[in-house]
């Protein structure tokens, strides 16, 4: 099992570019999530998914929107970048059980210039 | 609204011992995670606790005081390997429309001296 990918590796934007971020896993988890992580700042959520058609917005929504159209997929997308959006994305996958932990893929980092 | 505090940062001695302190207020609570994150890598499951009391795992343990919103992460003779920062975080709702969302802490990134 591959767990969970993540695609790009990092990424170099203009202000104003758009691009989607890939994430992926094979463990037919339910739940999917997307977190960015800054420098002092832990992991902080952006959006989630309890399942394929569904999302919802978490902590830090603004800017950002997401598709789960497939169960194994969660994309992330961002319309118009900006150089506050600069930070390290990471995409989860978590089974439903109460006690279940959250897997994290490896990471993207994004620079907006 | 959520607040999880941990130290900024800890260090120790090889062979040491190391407690990682972490408070949270959140609106609920439905049980509380440590993760390990090494620099440049992604965040790998530590520990969980839902209820009151110590988990024990190897080197690892984590304790949970519900009514005092307190936990702490025990690491025990520290290796090198152990330089990471530690996470704390907390699921506070337990419905299936929450999906089992998680509210982290700062981190606590944990330097190990020889």
């Known amino acids: 099992n591959a767990g969970v990918t993540q695609t790009p590796k990092f990424r170099v934007l203009k202000t104003g570019q758009s691009m989607t971020l890939l994430c992926a896993q094979d463990?037919?988890?339910?739940?999917m999530y997307w977190y960015r992580q800054d420098p002092g700042m832990g992991l902080r959520l952006i959006h989630y998914?309890?399942?394929?058609?569904?999302?919802a917005k978490g902590e830090v929504p603004d800017g950002y929107n997401v598709s789960r159209l497939k169960k194994q997929n969660f994309l992330l997308g961002l319309e118009s970048a900006a150089p506050s959006q600069t930070s390290v994305y990471f995409c989860?996958?978590?089974?439903?059980?109460?006690?279940?932990?959250?897997?994290f893929g490896p990471g993207t980092r994004l620079l907006v210039l | 609204g959520q607040n999880i505090d941990q130290p900024t940062e800890m260090t120790a001695t090889e062979g040491a011992i190391v407690q990682i302190n972490c408070t949270y207020q959140?609106?609920?609570?439905?049980?509380l995670f440590w993760y390990q994150q090494h620099a440049g890598e992604a965040p790998t499951f530590l520990s969980y606790?839902?209820?009151?009391g110590l988990e024990e795992k190897g080197r690892f343990s984590s304790f949970l005081s519900r009514s005092k919103g307190y936990s702490y992460l025990l690491l025990k003779e520290l290796q090198m390997k152990d330089s990471a920062s530690y996470l704390c975080?907390?699921?506070?709702?337990?419905?299936?429309?929450?999906?089992?969302?998680?509210?982290f802490g700062g981190g606590t990134r944990v330097l190990v001296k020889p």
């Open positions: 989860a996958s978590s089974p439903p059980g109460e006690g279940e932990t959250q897997y």
């Open positions: 975080a907390v699921r506070d709702d337990r419905i299936k429309a929450a999906g089992n969302k998680l509210t």
């Open positions: 606790n839902v209820l009151d």
């Open positions: 998914s309890v399942g394929e058609g569904t999302t």
């Open positions: 463990m037919n988890h339910e739940y």
């Open positions: 959140t609106s609920g609570f439905n049980g």
